[in-house]
């Protein structure tokens, strides 16, 4: 199936993904700020450059997009019909990243916490901010919000 826009279209709309400052990471970030927490942001030093890094815990925490990142069974993790080749291999070396970046922090002794873009849009916030919260508190090594919206629900 071809593209619906032409190729300059498409070249502009890709290069608006942002990578950093992301909107659910902004309001990650204000939410930890309101429980108190400091932070640096996206840890050069570290695998995989953590988006959240919570040094005096020894916790990093991701913040995932659904598509990119491919939350299973999530309504924002579509694939796109064209150039399928392409996008599976994309996929792939995502999740393959993903996961050896979160092995190589827990063999530094880092806690890893990943948080997906759906449970930081309306009306999941609050849950997914409470929950982090109160991992926070634990010793478990691994965090991941669970909250997915059904593929048949609307935007």
């Not at 502009?12 to 400052?21: A, F, P, T, V």
């Not at 995989?48 to 890094?53: A, E, I, S, T």
């Not at 069974?73 to 392409?86: K, L, R």
Request: charge should be positive; charged fraction near 25%.
């Amino acid at each position: 199936m071809a593209d619906v826009v032409d190729q300059n279209t498409r070249s502009r709309m890709m290069s608006g993904i942002r990578g950093k400052d992301t909107k659910p990471e902004v309001v990650l970030r204000g939410k930890l700020r309101e429980a108190g927490l400091d932070y640096r942001l996206h840890g050069a030093n570290l695998p995989g450059k953590p988006d959240l890094v919570l040094g005096s815990r020894r916790t990093v925490i991701f913040v995932h997009g659904c598509f990119w990142h491919r939350h299973e069974g999530c309504h924002w993790c579509s694939t796109p019909s064209s150039n399928a080749d392409f996008w599976a291999a994309k996929f792939q070396r995502n999740a393959t990243r993903d996961a050896e970046v979160i092995g190589a922090l827990h063999s530094s002794g880092w806690r890893v916490a990943v948080v997906w873009e759906c449970g930081l849009r309306a009306p999941n916030i609050e849950d997914t901010t409470s929950r982090l919260l109160t991992w926070l508190q634990t010793n478990s090594d691994f965090f991941e919000s669970e909250l997915v919206r059904p593929r048949d629900s609307t935007r």
